[in-house]
């Protein structure tokens, strides 16, 4: 928990009380640099989300990149995760899938959501490895369980066409209905399930809904 707590902050970690996330207090860089550049790794995570954070030019994406792959090759799964997305689409380092793979393999060696995510989708497309629509809803089970809403989105799609399991509209009305609390676009796919369910079996996903929430989502860790 501390660690995702760690992901979702890191933005506001970076600056000052008055300034947005691409004004942070220069004061504030340079204390992370000087600890990015003794090996911390939670400072070469925040300067990377920093550079991530500002105009998206090829040089901020290099820098950008550079920091987080050092904090990755540390250990970090977070940013194991971040380095497989820059090298997936090509994004401040050249495209590579073997590479994307490798470090998303890394991170989800170590149960992180956004590793097990990025992974199930690299074998939902068959990108860098062979198609596995199965291995595809493994990862995304371990993601969406943790409270990931694009994990969840996509086990609702798989759910809803049949992909690697067999269709089930009430289970995809679940995984969109979870999604949807924490990722608006998926709105919609909850009202396009809607349209195609009976009352019946909306109120049936919604009670889906509410057992997970018991089983998985403890406390206020989910929330």
Avoid: C
């Avoid at 691409?22 to 920093?50: C, E, F, P, W």
């Avoid at 943790?146 to 089930?168: E, F, I, R, V, W």
């Avoid at 289970?171 to 809607?194: D, F, I």
């Amino acid at each position: 928990m501390l660690e995702l707590l760690r992901y979702l902050l890191v933005p506001a970690l970076l600056v000052s009380s008055t300034l947005d996330a691409q004004q942070a207090n220069s004061s504030d860089i340079d204390v992370l640099l000087a600890k990015a550049g003794t090996g911390d790794v939670m400072a070469q995570y925040q300067l990377a989300r920093h550079y991530d954070s500002l105009e998206q030019t090829p040089e901020n994406r290099k820098v950008a990149f550079q920091w987080m792959l050092s904090a990755a090759e540390q250990g970090d799964s977070w940013a194991q995760a971040a380095v497989a997305s820059y090298y997936r689409p090509g994004r401040g380092v050249e495209r590579n899938p073997q590479k994307a793979l490798h470090w998303y393999q890394k991170s989800s060696s170590q149960s992180n959501p956004a590793g097990n995510f990025g992974l199930g989708r690299m074998y939902y497309q068959g990108y860098g490895v062979s198609r596995n629509y199965e291995k595809a809803i493994q990862l995304y089970t371990m993601a969406a369980i943790t409270g990931h809403p694009s994990a969840q989105a996509a086990l609702g799609y798989m759910h809803d066409n049949g992909l690697g399991t067999k269709t089930d509209y009430i289970e995809a009305m679940k995984w969109y209905s979870l999604s949807a609390e924490k990722w608006h676009t998926a709105k919609h796919y909850v009202y396009y399930m809607k349209q195609k369910l009976e009352e019946a079996s909306v109120i049936e996903a919604r009670e889906r809904v509410n057992k997970f929430k018991n089983q998985y989502y403890t406390g206020a860790s989910q929330q």
